[in-house]
């Protein structure tokens, strides 16, 4: 009696972890769907910088003046609720960076978050917005990420607590957060609008900082932008919707499309304080855009629906 | 009677020193409202929404100095906690490097208000102070915390 009910369990057990396993396949984008592409280099150059690649994945400096942004040799540690990640090194280093990368393993690391090895890679990496970029943008910022030096010195393995280091699990993560695929713009919005909508959900990754988050670290989709707890606990990330943004203290009025845009391009805000924390390192990638994109990033942030987010502590 | 007066005196004792700590959090917060307010005027005039007027640069370089020169004693060990403070913990455990930055800001205000005499070097000079004094401070030493 107690034989059978015991192999029954075993087999159940077998036949869930099978199931398992097959649910959380990695998912690879194969060379053989790439088109033809020649790189534009120029657009390159605005993705890394709209994207912000540097911020994460510059060799880091106690002194942040000394950090070259060209200089990707990884080794940031990103404190969260999960552990402490380390950032990789992306320089086109043949043995510590990326240098043996083909652009479908890199395609497939931003759309799919899964590395050339076939492994999940954890979302600190945001490929869950990343996955919005188009194609040409993809390959353009690989193709510029190659031009940069080769930085050596391969960066230790994240610390994370069991069982969240172990990456099979975020397939299953995957299934529950990771929707959607590159932008596709809404014929009913103006071009300026499509293209900061694409700017922000995509290489920009706002939302990944400006949102709360659950438990398992995803995302809350109906607060995105609404602001919430920096990963590290330290610090409160704003609420960037015009719920949130207002001109000063005792204004009523939201930040305009105009601020925006100013602010991102000079890190000064409506009232003439700049920018803290770690939106200064933003500026400092977003102060190289171009004036039309930063104009788009304004008139889409502007145009967020209000929304409520969580309240900082200690707030009313 | 006695224990009445150690009583009040105790009470008076924590009472100043909760003034005294939201008194220099205060002042810290409005020398640094005076340092938005003077930048707000600047990026005006860099955005060529208003029209480049000396007088007022000469105003923005000197409060910028004025506050480079009186912050550096605002942060007692006391004035960590009191009030409501941007000011991130990190500073009392790097005051040396917060002190210098300060210096840094007077410095390059004083440079600056000598050799600025257009919108051109006002654009640099001004550009350079935000970005680098400002935000190099902001960004390692001011947490926001709502």
Not at chain 1, 28 to 42: E, G, I, M, Y
Request: aromatic share 8%; charged share 20%; with cysteine.
């Amino acid at each position: 009696m107690i034989r059978r009910a015991a192999l029954a369990a075993s087999a159940a057990a077998v036949i869930a972890l099978v199931l398992l396993w097959v649910l959380t396949i990695p998912e690879v984008v194969p060379a053989s769907v790439l088109p033809p592409h020649t790189p534009d280099l120029d657009n390159g150059k605005v993705m890394f910088a709209i994207g912000g690649c540097a911020s994460c994945h510059a060799t880091p400096n106690a002194d942040s003046a000394k950090i070259v942004r060209t200089e990707l040799g990884g080794g940031l540690a990103l404190p969260s609720p999960f552990g402490t990640f380390y950032v990789p090194n992306i320089s086109p280093d043949l043995v510590d960076g990326i240098g043996a990368w083909s652009e479908a393993d890199f395609v497939t690391a931003l759309w799919k978050g899964t590395s050339p090895r076939g492994r999940h890679l954890f979302p600190a990496f945001p490929y869950p917005s990343f996955q919005h970029m188009e194609l040409a943008d993809v390959r353009d910022l690989f193709a510029y990420l190659k031009t940069l030096p080769p930085v050596p010195g391969r960066v230790r393995r994240h610390d994370l607590a069991f069982p969240f280091s172990i990456r099979r699990l975020v397939g299953l993560w995957k299934l529950l957060f990771l929707h959607g695929g590159p932008y596709t713009p809404d014929p009913g919005q103006s071009a300026q609008l499509n293209r900061g909508a694409y700017l922000v959900n995509g290489p920009g990754h706002c939302a990944e900082c400006h949102s709360p988050r659950n438990l398992l670290g995803a995302i809350i989709d109906s607060e995105r932008f609404a602001g919430g707890p920096a990963a590290d606990g330290k610090s409160w990330v704003p609420n960037i919707t015009p719920a949130g943004l207002r001109r000063s203290a005792d204004d009523h009025m939201a930040w305009s499309q105009k601020d925006v845009a100013s602010y991102l391009a000079d890190g000064f805000d409506p009232s003439g304080d700049y920018a803290g924390g770690a939106m200064v390192e933003v500026i400092r990638n977003t102060s190289l855009l171009p004036a039309a994109d930063l104009a788009a990033i304004g008139a889409y942030v502007a145009s967020l629906p209000p929304r409520q987010g969580p309240k900082p502590p200690g707030k009313k | 009677m006695i224990r009445t007066i150690f009583v009040v005196a105790a009470i008076s004792l924590g009472v100043c020193t909760a003034i005294a700590q939201q008194d220099t959090i205060a002042a810290r917060k409005a020398l640094m409202k005076a340092n938005g307010d003077q930048a707000n005027i600047g990026v005006a005039m860099m955005k060529g929404e208003a029209p480049f007027d000396i007088d007022k640069v000469h105003k923005i370089f000197a409060a910028w100095q004025d506050a480079a020169a009186k912050m550096p004693s605002l942060f007692p060990d006391n004035s960590k906690e009191g009030g409501e403070t941007a000011a991130d913990p990190k500073i009392w455990a790097n005051l040396d490097d917060v002190k210098a930055r300060f210096a840094k800001l007077g410095a390059d205000a004083k440079d600056a208000d000598a050799k600025v005499t257009d919108l051109n070097s006002f654009k640099a000079a001004f550009g350079n102070i935000g970005k680098n004094d400002c935000g190099g401070c902001h960004q390692q030493y001011r947490i926001k915390k709502s």
